[in-house]
């Protein structure tokens, strides 16, 4: 079974290594990949930067090479409802850009509600724009259920959907409703929505007052990550065999928004 993981920064996937001997580094460019095999799946971790566009292309340049049997994206977001803490860890239901009038909605095998039951993992709608927006003002767009806002999700879904490809989405809340980022994270990041030290560094320097949101944002995307991590290690290693049938279930709704509000 070839499985195909994508996640943004390296600070969502570090703590991945811990579970996984095998882990190895296959590419440095474009894109960092790595690769580890479990028993019946051989897996590929691409990091591919924040944004629609660097994971949109990442996508694109791995479908490029062979059609994995499932695809993976697991990452960071920003809680839209109180009963989603930081750290707390969201397979999305559902996907929409919040430019577009169309929602993506998963179809999942009842096996995978005792999956994420077992796990802790709370059922979330996702809501991706970029640049992010207010989360109290878009949390009522979930009209009191829970939701996180995200940068890429709706786009890979798309992608997914359009190629018939399984995909499935991790989430973990790396600050809640009632968190400010504190900082704008176009001032941290590349043009590849890679975070770097030279960006931190000259925000710290020009608005010192940053200092502070650095360090509690530092504090709960730990928190996130661990948290993420294990849940993601949890689904990867479900047996093959399951695995598979679970994927060869998953679908991919594309459905208007107008319909889906009523």
Request: charged content about 20%.
């Amino acid at each position: 079974m070839k499985v195909l993981v994508l996640t943004a920064l390296p600070q969502e996937y570090s703590p991945l290594k811990r579970f996984f001997p095998s882990w190895r580094s296959i590419q440095r460019r474009p894109f960092k990949k790595f690769a580890f095999s479990l028993p019946g799946k051989e897996i590929n971790l691409v990091e591919t930067g924040m944004g629609t566009k660097p994971a949109k292309e990442a996508l694109t340049v791995q479908l490029a090479g062979v059609t994995p049997d499932l695809v993976i994206f697991f990452g960071f977001a920003g809680g839209l409802h109180p009963d989603l803490p930081v750290g707390a860890v969201c397979l999305t239901v559902s996907a929409r850009e919040l430019s577009s009038e169309v929602e993506f909605r998963f179809r999942f095998p009842d096996g995978l509600a005792d999956f994420l039951a077992k796990n802790h993992i709370k059922p979330v709608m996702a809501f991706s724009a970029e640049p992010p927006g207010n989360k109290r003002a878009l949390s009522a767009l979930a009209a009191g259920q829970p939701a996180v806002l995200d940068m890429e999700t709706a786009t890979l879904a798309e992608m997914a959907w359009q190629s018939q490809i399984p995909f499935v989405c991790f989430r973990a809340v790396s600050d809640a409703i009632g968190h400010d980022l504190g900082f704008d994270l176009s001032d941290i990041s590349d043009e590849r929505g890679r975070i770097r030290l030279a960006g931190v560094f000259a925000t710290l320097i020009s608005k010192p007052a940053t200092m502070k949101a650095f360090y509690l944002s530092w504090g709960r995307s730990r928190l996130a990550a661990r948290n993420l991590c294990k849940s993601v290690a949890a689904f990867l290693e479900i047996p093959a065999p399951m695995l598979g049938r679970m994927a060869r279930e998953l679908r991919i709704e594309r459905t208007p928004v107008s319909i889906v509000r009523n």
